[in-house]
């Protein structure tokens, strides 16, 4: 609770992750930047499964259109033949 007041925040857990935020900045990276909490911007924020099977499946498109990139690129580079 101390910590929720001292950093003004709503709940606690908003302020652990908003001094952890502080802590990573400090000794890991500078240039960190700390969300805003979902409460805030009342965002429907994704579980890590929802996420990975959306990373997943964002993969495999990316896959796919690669591919298919790739098979036009071949059409397209292939000689054409042409009639007398």
Same mark, same amino acid.
């Given at each position: 609770?101390?910590?929720?007041? *001292?950093?003004?925040?709503?709940? *606690? ?16 990276? =500078? ?5 805003? =909490? ?18 997943? &499946?964002?993969? /495999?498109? &990316?896959?796919?259109?690669? /591919?298919?990139? /790739?098979?036009?690129?071949? &059409?397209?580079?292939? =000689?054409?033949? &042409? *009639?007398?």
């Amino acid at each position: 609770m101390e910590l929720q007041y *001292s950093l003004k925040a709503m709940y *606690s857990f908003e302020a652990l992750q908003t001094a952890w935020h502080a802590w990573t900045q400090a000794h890991l990276d =500078p240039t960190l930047k700390r969300g805003i =909490p979902a409460k805030k911007t009342q965002r429907e924020h994704l579980t890590t499964q929802e996420y990975k099977r959306l990373q997943d &499946r964002l993969a /495999e498109e &990316r896959k796919e259109l690669e /591919e298919a990139n /790739e098979a036009l690129a071949c &059409r397209w580079a292939a =000689p054409t033949r &042409r *009639s007398p």
